[in-house]
DNA sequence: CAAAAAAACAACCATATGGTTGGTTTTATG
DNA sequence: CATAAAACCAACCATATGGTTGTTTTTTTG
């Protein structure tokens, strides 16, 4: 058991291993999850021995950790997600359904990371970690949701957790089931212009059902 | 290579182990996923030998695509949704959300073998299976919501695909995001009476956005 | 009940897998 | 430029895995 944990490795060659390594086990990772990932795959693609992953990473188990943490990480740190502020609070909903799919049009490996990580229990990551991601991704919207509420933007009996939940139901769901609800629909959700059409739509009703000046 | 293609099994005895194996097949797949599954854990708890398993369903991924039909189907079954009537259209969105619940609920399979299969590319079943998977499923909501269109009760603009998209992710993600969302959230999603508040909250969210009657 | 057919099983096989070891090459630095 | 540390690698190991085979046990039926 060679006990090297190289957190920061002091040569620059090792470093761009290092990150190759890491690029490669991601796609895999998101790919394949945690059991059909290999080893064997990840070290050949990345052009590099075995011994390597484990000098690096200790195990297949932190390495896919490592990599469900900075997954996380890359998706919240979009930019328009961290620059919300007050002003956007009348068309916030829209904002924040756009940024939602944007993210996961950029980040291809998000959803999937998220859905191996729930099927799998959701054991790869400590307490610590969550609230890391929390900070992230839900400071920039509660404050604000709090004040659309206050100023009657918002209908005060839906609660952010139930708003922010739905939002990101309907575009976590539209990359994550597109391939069998396009069978079952009949439909070709890949399609970019699909895509604004149903966000179109979700906006409309999503909107809509907000809206504080439309209860009943 | 034995040939035997069992498809009716002329003895009991085997027909109550085929039984046997697939309830414990349906539970491992739905538990560890197409990969993850093991033929020799299936065959442990089943309580006979591998052979069987050979015997009867030809393959691994034969025996899994079998498992995933009939978790489908099963769930399509569900009373509440295949009695819908014209009557109910006034209450749609709430009765639907309700059943969607309800569904996933009862089956607790059935969100991860939607999962596991669309993060494998959803090539485990054939266009024919999903011909009738989508009857089963989209035929007894289809006509009425167009009637309700029709009516007055519905949007118009808003189609009847993304309509059932929409109801469909909340309930889905509800189950299938419990844990990261929990921790995300810091919510305790497990329990009923959160789900409930949840469901109700949804549903004003939902419903208030689907009526035509508040359409700018 | 005897014989044939079906069901069950123990043992086996080839391959894949996560992980390790001991030695060799590369790189930074005194 | 010599040398030690870091990076790298080929070969190896124990175990697990999907799948098969030859034989024995159980069930059905003439």
Same mark, same amino acid.
Request: aromatic content about 12%; glycine content about 6%; proline content about 2%.
């Given at each position: 058991m060679?006990k090297?944990?190289t957190?920061e490795?002091?040569q %620059?060659?090792?470093?761009r291993?290092r990150e ?9 990772f998101?790919a %394949?999850g945690?059991a059909?990932?290999?080893i064997?795959?990840?070290?050949a693609?990345a052009?590099?021995?075995?011994e390597r992953?484990?000098?690096? $990473?200790g195990s297949?188990?932190e390495m896919?950790?490592?990599?469900l943490?900075?997954c996380y990480a %890359?998706?919240a740190?979009n930019?328009?997600?961290?620059t919300?502020?007050?002003?956007d609070i009348p068309?916030?909903?829209g904002i924040?359904?756009?940024? $939602?799919?944007?993210?996961h049009r950029?980040?291809?490996? $998000?959803w999937r990371?998220?859905?191996w990580e ?8 400590r307490?610590?970690?969550w609230e890391?991601?929390?900070?992230a991704?839900?400071?920039?919207l509660?404050?604000l949701?709090g004040?659309?509420q206050?100023n009657?933007? $918002?209908r005060?009996?839906?609660?952010f957790n139930t708003?922010?939940?739905l939002?990101?139901a309907a575009?976590?769901f539209?990359?994550?089931?597109r391939?069998t ?5 009949n ?9 604004r059409?149903?966000e179109?739509q979700?906006l ?11 209860q009943?």
């Amino acid at each position: 058991m060679r006990k090297t944990v190289t957190i920061e490795p002091k040569q %620059k060659r090792s470093q761009r291993t290092r990150e190759r390594i890491f690029r490669v086990a991601a796609r895999e990772f998101a790919a %394949k999850g945690l059991a059909g990932a290999r080893i064997d795959e990840i070290a050949a693609r990345a052009r590099i021995n075995k011994e390597r992953i484990y000098a690096y $990473f200790g195990s297949k188990e932190e390495m896919y950790r490592d990599v469900l943490v900075a997954c996380y990480a %890359k998706a919240a740190s979009n930019q328009r997600l961290q620059t919300l502020t007050s002003a956007d609070i009348p068309h916030m909903t829209g904002i924040i359904i756009d940024t $939602f799919f944007e993210i996961h049009r950029r980040n291809p490996e $998000f959803w999937r990371m998220l859905a191996w990580e729930n099927l799998d229990g959701g054991k790869s990551l400590r307490a610590r970690d969550w609230e890391s991601i929390r900070g992230a991704y839900i400071r920039p919207l509660e404050a604000l949701y709090g004040e659309g509420q206050t100023n009657g933007v $918002f209908r005060p009996e839906v609660d952010f957790n139930t708003y922010v939940m739905l939002l990101f139901a309907a575009t976590y769901f539209y990359y994550s089931n597109r391939i069998t609800m396009s069978r079952l629909l009949n439909l070709k959700l890949q399609r970019e212009e699909v895509r604004r059409q149903v966000e179109a739509q979700f906006l409309a009703i999503l909107d809509g059902g907000m809206a504080a000046s439309r209860q009943r």
